[in-house]
């Protein structure tokens, strides 16, 4: 498997693995993988609209079982994924054993602990317009950070994979509201009414040239 793990000393000393991959390096490895999915993920597989997406998918979700299995130390065909009423997923065989996975364009991150994490990939994306949401989503001090930074659109999608990464830890999603969630280089206070455990810790890295990656634990 052409993946490789991303080592951080603060990752490694909460027992955290942090795996990226590019998608496209596994496309001739489709029908193998695909021989690792269930039938409902077979059938999730094909109702995506693009051939791409459904690829990708395909990927990431055998690739996911792959690592579990080994992880656990029991063949991948034991390997089944289900979900919370969240809708976060969880290892039936170890619950215990939590992962999340993101993907945006070529690169996937898959990540793994024994507690609650989240991780979050982005392309650096120079057609997004991202002033107009600024409001919705990030606090005035976040905002102004942007908008002063040398390098704006880096500077958004680090808080932008930062925020994404909490909520993910969380199960809470997207839809709750990200202006509670301060992701300002340093410690930060954090709206209680966002239920956040004490000492929620987020880190931003790069995974490779216009791609940024947030993780949160």
Not at 59 to 74: D, F, N, Q, S
Not at 207 to 216: A, K, P, Q
Request: net charge neutral; charged share 25%.
């Amino acid at each position: 498997m052409n993946s490789s793990q991303i080592y951080d000393s603060k990752l490694d000393e909460k027992g955290v693995k942090l795996f990226k991959f590019k998608i496209s390096d596994y496309v001739n490895l489709l029908p193998e993988l695909k021989m690792l999915l269930n039938t409902s993920e077979i059938e999730r597989a094909q109702r995506y609209y693009h051939q791409k997406d459904s690829n990708r998918f395909i990927v990431c979700r055998g690739l996911l079982k792959l690592i579990l299995a080994k992880e656990v130390g029991v063949d991948v065909s034991r390997i089944e994924v289900s979900k919370h009423a969240n809708k976060k997923p969880f290892l039936v065989l170890n619950p215990g054993l939590h992962f999340n996975i993101s993907h945006a364009e070529n690169y996937a991150l898959i990540a793994l602990g024994l507690q609650e994490l989240g991780v979050d990939v982005e392309y650096l994306s120079k057609d997004f317009n991202f002033t107009e949401i600024l409001p919705t989503v990030f606090s005035v001090p976040e905002i102004n950070a942007v908008l002063t930074a040398e390098n704006k659109n880096k500077t958004f999608y680090k808080f932008w994979t930062r925020k994404e990464a909490i909520v993910k830890a969380t199960g809470k999603g997207i839809d709750d509201n990200l202006l509670k969630i301060n992701v300002l280089d340093g410690d930060n206070f954090i709206d209680s009414t966002f239920q956040l455990k004490q000492n929620t810790q987020v880190v931003s890295f790069t995974v490779d040239h216009d791609y940024i990656g947030g993780f949160s634990i």
